[in-house]
């Protein structure tokens, strides 16, 4: 089945410093979803990639997807304590009709020291 | 109204007990969905319904039964789970279609289940 892996699997930096961890697939996707997840929360959506190629910011998040469509990269600038969390990447699993089946990375998690 | 709301937050049941944890939202999203979560795992789909039909089942086990009593609730309802069932459930909730800048989910903020 599709898998998604992400690297690096754990990251601990410095206040300040940029960040990028990457996601990628054994097959190709069609959209690329990059969300945070805070502990004891639920995952939160950071930006959402349609097309090879593509090249979308939040804030200071940047995030591009892949020209080969297996894989998307994520970009934190000028980290801050809140960036701490883990960083999952998501893309649509097989399905048929008109649900979105998500299938979720294996996650990084950031821990930023201030 | 942008979230999906999940009661209870923390929930404590023995492999004797029954109990429903409670999924809603008025976004007005036709798909909603039950995942579990161990810690520091991707979250993992149970069920996905759809126009308030139970659309997928990922092979779940029967002790875990899904409801969804209208296009705004979602119940996940619980009996005789043992105590590897202990996760974060989380509910989230999308449109229906497949592309489109709103194709992400809004998820809730779970219920942590612990079993003994």
């Known amino acids: 089945g599709q898998q998604l892996n992400q690297s690096p699997q754990s990251m601990f930096i410095q206040e300040g410093e940029d960040v990028s961890m990457n996601c990628t697939s054994s097959?190709?996707?069609?959209?690329w979803l990059w969300y945070k997840q805070d502990p004891g929360e639920g995952p939160v959506l950071l930006i959402a990639?349609?097309?090879?190629?593509e090249l979308t910011s939040n804030g200071r998040l940047t995030a591009q997807f892949g020209i080969t469509r297996k894989d998307s990269f994520l970009n934190i600038s000028a980290s801050i304590p809140s960036d701490v969390g883990i960083y999952f990447c998501a893309g649509p699993g097989p399905s048929g009709g008109a649900t979105n089946k998500l299938i979720f990375g294996t996650g990084t998690l950031l821990a930023v020291q201030p | 109204d942008t979230e999906v709301t999940q009661t209870p937050k923390h929930l404590v049941m023995g492999m004797t007990n029954k109990k429903s944890l409670k999924c809603e939202q008025h976004m007005g999203h036709r798909a909603m969905y039950w995942y579990k979560q161990k810690a520091k795992k991707p979250p993992e789909l149970m069920f996905v319904y759809s126009y308030e039909k139970l659309s997928i089942n990922e092979s779940v086990p029967s002790r875990f039964s899904p409801e969804c009593p209208n296009s705004s609730l979602l119940n996940l309802h619980l009996h005789a789970l043992q105590p590897e069932d202990s996760a974060l459930y989380l509910c989230a909730s999308s449109q229906t279609g497949k592309r489109g800048p709103n194709y992400g989910y809004t998820f809730g903020s779970g219920t942590r289940l612990t079993v003994v």
């Open positions: 990639l349609y097309k090879a190629g």
């Open positions: 097959s190709i996707f069609n959209t």
